[in-house]
């Protein structure tokens, strides 16, 4: 019994409030001393150029989206009208999608879903819109019809544009640019993102 009584620990004494608050101010000086060293370095300077460069592009997309844009006209080879059930007053069957290939055997599938006049015969012209940056196509419209449509493929650029640009304004607000790890798992989630757009 004495031989076990020996080999325990003795009882620490619990620290005093004016050495919790020592520790927790030493424990501060030291994550501000590393937190300057790492500002100091190549590395937080172009990760976060590189983050604030893909936060202007998915604002870009998004804007180019919702107003004007570069447009290019294509001339229509074959065009499919897809029909949804409803209908309106005139007894006019909704256009759900419009899939369009042009003369160079390009494909666009406009998501209409809307009563508008279907372009009809050979060689009939329509308008596609790109982002300045990317050149992205994310956008039709038709001489039959004053709106614009979405592209269909390009649904997953704006909703990653969007649910980046809405992680980005946290991730900033929070500074969690200074933090090591968190910079570099946002500057991987950028990357990846950039590699998709480019793919797409």
């Not at 666009?108 to 050979?122: F, R």
């Not at 300045?132 to 419209?141: E, R, V, Y």
Request: hydrophobic share 45%.
């Amino acid at each position: 019994m004495d031989a076990n009584n020996a080999k325990k620990r003795p009882p620490r004494n619990p620290l005093s409030s004016e050495e919790v608050a020592e520790v927790i101010a030493v424990k501060k000086i030291r994550e501000q001393l590393k937190l300057q060293k790492f500002k100091k370095t190549k590395l937080y300077k172009y990760l976060n150029i590189f983050n604030i460069a893909c936060f202007f592009i998915y604002c870009e997309l998004l804007f180019c989206f919702f107003n004007p844009c570069h447009y290019q006209t294509h001339y229509a080879k074959k065009v499919i009208v897809d029909y949804g059930k409803e209908r309106n007053e005139k007894n006019e069957a909704i256009i759900t999608s419009l899939k369009i290939t042009d003369v160079n055997n390009n494909y666009y599938e406009l998501l209409v879903n809307d009563y508008i006049t279907a372009p009809s015969g050979n060689y009939c012209a329509f308008n596609i819109g790109k982002d300045f940056i990317l050149q992205k196509q994310i956008k039709g419209g038709l001489l039959t019809s004053p709106k614009l449509f979405r592209i269909q493929r390009a649904g997953p650029l704006l909703f990653l544009s969007a649910f980046l640009v809405i992680l980005a304004c946290i991730f900033f607000w929070y500074n969690l640019n200074f933090s090591d790890h968190s910079l570099k798992a946002i500057s991987l989630i950028n990357a990846l993102t950039m590699l998709c757009f480019l793919l797409i």
